[in-house]
């Protein structure tokens, strides 16, 4: 089963500033210290462009993960897509928009995926994983918006 989720976040930062911040590696890892993510192989500080990879480890539900993912949609300054090539799901997605608003941008994340392990990944989909992506997302944005100057 494929499970979806859409998060909006308005920050005032302008679109192309957005997108190159939302597709920095070093501002995504600031971002996710709470699961001590880093960057561990291909392309690990600056900014991501389409074909890129970068490898991230980081420890969610007391496990050690490691999730390879590329840049396979890349349209400054309005979006650009990752994928996962190896990792943990069965397949993951997540599409990264950029719309002018309000004397900001307005972010809209949308996520897919699937867990692997059949109906016991299904379940975990609809018991905890799919809020627990989307909580991981909409700190992500917060993080965006309260240190984007200083990434």
């Not at 496990?63 to 309005?78: A, E, N």
């Not at 950029?98 to 867990?115: H, K, Q, S, W």
């Not at 609809?126 to 992506?133: E, I, S, V």
């Amino acid at each position: 089963m494929t499970v979806s989720f859409t998060c909006h976040t308005h920050i005032g930062m302008e679109p192309g500033e957005l997108f190159d911040l939302s597709r920095n590696v070093d501002a995504h890892v600031g971002s996710m210290a709470k699961s001590r993510e880093r960057a561990v192989a291909g392309v690990v500080s600056g900014l991501l462009s389409e074909g890129d990879e970068v490898t991230w480890q980081a420890w969610h539900f007391a496990v050690p993960l490691r999730m390879s993912s590329r840049i396979t949609r890349f349209r400054f300054p309005d979006s650009f897509t990752d994928e996962q090539v190896r990792g943990p799901f069965r397949f993951f997605r997540h599409v990264h928009e950029f719309l002018p608003d309000d004397g900001g941008t307005l972010m809209i994340d949308r996520v897919e995926f699937a867990a692997p392990f059949g109906v016991v990944g299904r379940f975990a989909e609809k018991a905890f994983l799919g809020r627990y992506l989307q909580n991981l997302i909409e700190q992500r944005n917060e993080y965006l918006a309260r240190n984007g100057a200083a990434a």
